[in-house]
């Protein structure tokens, strides 16, 4: 029903900087947001966004450093990751559930873009 695909991953030094995309495709506006898994971690939360775009949650680990925005006019939601470092690299997946939380795993999830940042 819910379908997502991310894209805008790639290979960065840390302090650098990379924008997520994900593109949704569904008949409703849903709350999304980000996930990220590193090899031998647990899925982590990183951030998510109401499908108004009025309430806005991160994890301790990326505030201040990540932002996440969506336009909805396009369907799409972003998060921009300033000041990465080696333990940002993970990967990330974009999310979608009907409401955004501080702990938000999703209903729907796309498969995933890779995130490396070498140091």
């Known amino acids: 029903q819910v379908h997502l695909v991310e894209s805008g991953g790639g290979l960065v030094q840390a302090g650098g900087s990379l924008r997520l995309s994900c593109a949704a495709s569904?008949?409703?506006?849903?709350?999304m947001g980000w996930s990220r898994q590193a090899p031998g971690k647990d899925r982590e939360f990183v951030a998510a966004?109401?499908?108004?775009?009025?309430?806005?949650y991160y994890a301790d680990s990326v505030k201040g450093r990540f932002t996440i925005s969506r336009d909805n006019a396009k369907n799409t939601v972003y998060l921009q990751m300033n000041s990465l470092k080696p333990e940002d690299t993970a990967l990330y997946y974009c999310?979608?559930?009907?409401?955004?939380?501080?702990?938000?795993?999703?209903?729907?999830w796309g498969q995933g873009t890779q995130v490396t940042v070498s140091s």
């Open positions: 966004i109401s499908s108004s775009g009025r309430s806005i």
């Open positions: 999310i979608a559930s009907l409401h955004a939380s501080s702990d938000m795993r999703g209903d729907y």
């Open positions: 569904s008949r409703n506006t849903y709350a």
